[in-house]
């Protein structure tokens, strides 16, 4: 066995770990079968020599008080244990029988031969190493995946079960999109390419290791605009909040700290097609951008659009407004089935209490719209500029 290491390394390339990890898997391995050929309350040391590319196992025993808790174990499950003697500690009126010089915290070692043991230790040898080496790369795959929690991952549809969870392949693992996570009036088929937020890695006693992904979340939507949006994703422009009814309606909040770039303009793009883009993905979720404002009252008149408010009186701590509202603006601003005024509320904070007015608000008039000025002939004005 004195070769083994050359073994781990190239088990280590083949399931694509590292060296190290290899390395730890084949330590844990040594010390579980040592375990297994002598005591369980045993304790076990490696050392490995990298340039001989040599093992030793060592059967450390630690010098304790004769009166020292540890000297015992309990054993045996609720209901029935007993203490037996632990084989990793020696009590020091004992150990000074051996060698009068030994203190309390000393350790003793002595070597243990693996190869002495034949077949046995082998075939133990071959199942701990096999169960420690998948146990590293579960370990570097969930790593892997946790630090990519946030971002959109694309997969393929691989089925969709009885409980109408859409199972995707992406990578090495499988997602699982639940009926909850999907928009609704989605449906997905085998085959089908997919594009979903990664909320969080898990392992699973019936699914293993697996990632549960959502496309309902305000952060897919935010992750999608950061794919389409360059802006965005330089941070030129900023997403400072979102909220969705998936499917229905979205309302983001978009800021930037360059005067010469529109963070709305950014985000819907030439003729919409930064924003249609997103909304298509979304299954034609409607997306409004509105400009942030670090004032509570603007922000929330903002968010209430299209409809105009007359005026708003803000509790900053008590996190509610209440906004004074013409007759013919109240359905706008409460929207079909509440929704406008729902995410209006989600994207603020603040708890919105609609109070109607009397009056009617006039429409603003665009500029472009006023009548074209009433043309002159009379040229009186340039004449010195022609003396």
């Given at each position: 066995?004195?070769k083994?290491?050359?073994?781990?390394?190239?088990?280590?390339?083949?399931?694509?770990?590292?060296?190290?990890?290899?390395?730890?898997?084949?330590?844990?391995?040594?010390?579980?079968?040592?375990?297994?050929?002598?005591?369980f309350?045993s304790?076990?040391?490696?050392?490995i020599?990298?340039?001989?590319?040599?093992?030793s196992?060592?059967?450390?025993i630690?010098?304790?008080?004769?009166?020292?808790?540890?000297?015992?174990?309990?054993v045996?499950?609720?209901?029935?244990?007993?203490?037996?003697?632990?084989?990793?500690?020696?009590?020091?009126?004992?150990?000074?029988?051996?060698?009068?010089?030994?203190?309390?915290?000393?350790?003793?070692?002595?070597?243990?031969?693996?190869?002495?043991?034949?077949?046995?230790a082998?075939?133990?040898?071959?199942?701990?190493?096999?169960?420690?080496?998948?146990?590293?790369?579960?370990?570097?795959l969930?790593?892997?995946?946790?630090?990519?929690?946030?971002?959109?991952?694309?997969?393929?549809?691989?089925?969709?079960d009885?409980?109408?969870?859409?199972?995707?392949?992406?990578?090495?693992?499988?997602?699982?999109?639940?009926?909850?996570?999907?928009?609704?009036?989605?449906k997905?088929?085998?085959?089908?390419?997919?594009?979903?937020?990664?909320?969080?890695?898990?392992?699973?006693?019936?699914?293993?290791?697996?990632?549960?992904?959502?496309?309902?979340?305000?952060?897919?939507?935010?992750?999608?605009?950061?794919?389409?949006?360059?802006?965005?994703?330089?941070?030129?422009?900023e997403?400072?909040?979102a909220?969705?009814?998936?499917?229905?309606?979205?309302?983001?909040?978009?800021?930037?700290?360059q005067?010469?770039?529109?963070?709305?303009?950014?985000?819907?793009?030439?003729k919409?097609v930064?924003?249609?883009?997103?909304?298509?993905?979304?299954?034609?979720?409607?997306?409004?951008?509105?400009?942030?404002?670090?004032?509570?009252?603007?922000?929330?008149?903002?968010?209430?659009?299209?409809?105009?408010?007359?005026?708003i009186?803000?509790?900053?701590?008590a996190?509610?407004?209440?906004?004074?509202?013409?007759?013919?603006?109240?359905a706008k601003?409460?929207?079909?089935?509440?929704?406008?005024?729902?995410?209006?509320s989600?994207?603020?904070?603040y708890?919105?209490?609609?109070?109607?007015?009397?009056?009617?608000?006039?429409?603003?008039?665009?500029?472009?719209?006023?009548?074209?000025?009433?043309?002159?002939t009379?040229t009186?004005?340039?004449?010195d500029?022609?003396?």
């Open positions: 066995m004195e083994i290491l050359d073994i781990i390394e190239a088990i280590a390339h083949e399931k694509n770990i590292s060296k190290e990890h290899a390395i730890e898997a084949f330590k844990e391995a040594l010390i579980n079968t040592a375990k297994k050929l002598t005591n309350t304790t076990f040391e490696v050392i020599d990298n340039d001989t590319k040599k093992y196992i060592y059967k450390v630690t010098v304790v008080a004769d009166d020292d808790e540890q000297l015992y174990v309990e045996g499950k609720e209901g029935n244990k007993q203490e037996i003697e632990s084989d990793s500690f020696i009590a020091l009126s004992d150990a000074q029988e051996f060698d009068d010089s030994l203190e309390i915290g000393d350790q003793l070692k002595e070597e243990f031969i693996l190869e002495e043991h034949g077949r046995t082998s075939a133990n040898l071959f199942r701990e190493l096999e169960y420690h080496v998948q146990r590293r790369i579960e370990q570097d969930f790593e892997k995946y946790k630090e990519q929690v946030g971002t959109v991952m694309l997969g393929t549809v691989n089925r969709v009885a409980d109408d969870n859409t199972h995707v392949e992406i990578g090495e693992l499988k997602g699982i999109l639940t009926q909850r996570n999907r928009i609704k009036g989605e997905f088929k085998r085959g089908d390419s997919i594009r979903a937020l990664l909320r969080y890695v898990s392992v699973d006693p019936d699914h293993g290791l697996f990632l549960e992904l959502t496309r309902t979340s305000p952060k897919f939507l935010e992750a999608l605009m950061a794919n389409e949006v360059p802006e965005i994703d330089d941070g030129v422009v997403i400072v909040a909220a969705r009814i998936p499917g229905e309606r979205a309302k983001i909040a978009l800021k930037t700290e005067m010469n770039v529109d963070p709305i303009g950014a985000a819907v793009g030439v919409g930064r924003i249609n883009a997103v909304s298509q993905e979304l299954n034609g979720e409607n997306i409004d951008c509105i400009e942030f404002s670090p004032i509570p009252e603007v922000f929330i008149t903002r968010a209430l659009s299209p409809a105009i408010s007359q005026s009186k803000v509790d900053a701590d996190k509610k407004a209440v906004v004074n509202i013409t007759s013919d603006q109240k601003a409460i929207g079909k089935s509440g929704i406008n005024i729902r995410l209006a989600m994207l603020t904070g708890t919105i209490e609609l109070n109607e007015i009397e009056g009617v608000t006039e429409r603003q008039v665009d500029s472009s719209e006023t009548s074209e000025a009433t043309k002159t009379d009186s004005a340039l004449e500029l022609f003396r």
